[in-house]
């Protein structure tokens, strides 16, 4: 038997505008939430444990200013890759530079608070 991601933790200044962000771009939802504000989990309709791994927001007042290792790369589901360029920038991406050629079928952002994601090409079928 072989294991599976779950669930992504990103470490973050404020977990409610993040989720916010990421909810848009992904047609998340917010799961679960800790009382104090300090952790937020966001994931499919359809809840924990599909076929999508949920996203854990987990305030830190100071992320590690490191690049991370992690990040998430987002594939389109209804439309071509500029046009969801175009709707991820609207919502508060931000182009990033991580040493790219520029001949790369990918586009590289931030979210709000720096976290480098890609947006690759290929459209995969919504789940």
Not at 23 to 33: A, W, Y
Not at 36 to 60: F, K, V, Y
């Amino acid at each position: 038997m072989a294991s599976r991601i779950g669930e992504l933790v990103l470490a973050c200044r404020d977990p409610e505008a993040l989720a916010r962000f990421w909810c848009e771009v992904l047609d998340f939802v917010v799961l679960d939430r800790e009382d104090d504000g300090s952790m937020l989990e966001i994931g499919p309709r359809s809840g924990w444990g599909g076929a999508q791994a949920t996203i854990i927001l987990s305030r830190e007042a100071e992320p590690a200013p490191a690049r991370s290792r992690l990040h998430i790369d987002l594939n389109t589901t209804d439309r071509d890759q500029e046009a969801e360029l175009e709707r991820l920038l609207a919502l508060g991406a931000r182009t990033a530079d991580v040493g790219q050629t520029g001949e790369e079928s990918w586009h590289v952002l931030a979210d709000p608070e720096g976290n480098v994601f890609c947006l690759l090409r290929a459209r995969l079928d919504p789940l």
